[in-house]
Nanobody, 126 residues
Framework: QVLLVESGGGTVKPGDSLRLSCVGSGRTLSSRAMSWFRQAPGKEREFVASVNWNSAITYYDDSVKRRFAISRDNVKRTVYLQMNSLIPEDTAVYFC???????????????????WGQGTQVTVAS
């Protein structure tokens, strides 16, 4: 069983930065790809970024490339999402997710993730 808890959300102004954290538990966590997704009101959940089990491979949606950075610390069982140059369109609830299979690279498909956190709200507004 994998449990995930996100933190770090808040309300910021355009151009500001935030760092989200996702702390997990479960003995298989360090062998799973981890990803961040987000969901804005009235919209479907969408992929943001992923990192594979040993941090060798990262993958970003085009909308956040060069602004966001995903990383993980397997000793601390934590995945981070550093978000820079935030824009109002980044406003959403952000979820971290653990891939359903071990030793796989992350993907953008919601259906490939069995474990989800409860989400943390990010609001970007002037």
């Amino acid at each position: 069983q994998v449990l995930l808890v996100e933190s770090g959300g808040g309300t910021v102004k355009p151009g500001d930065s935030l760092r989200l954290s996702c702390v997990g538990s479960g003995r298989t966590l360090s062998s799973r790809a981890m990803s961040w997704f987000r969901q804005a009101p009235g919209k479907e959940r969408e992929f943001v970024a992923s990192v594979n089990w040993n941090s060798a491979i990262t993958y970003y949606d085009d909308s956040v490339k060069r602004r966001f950075a995903i990383s993980r610390d397997n000793v601390k069982r934590t995945v981070y999402l550093q978000m820079n140059s935030l824009i109002p369109e980044d406003t959403a609830v952000y979820f971290c997710a653990a891939h359903s299979s071990m030793w796989r690279s992350g993907t953008a498909a919601v259906t490939e993730y069995d474990y989800w956190g409860q989400g943390t709200q990010v609001t970007v507004a002037s």
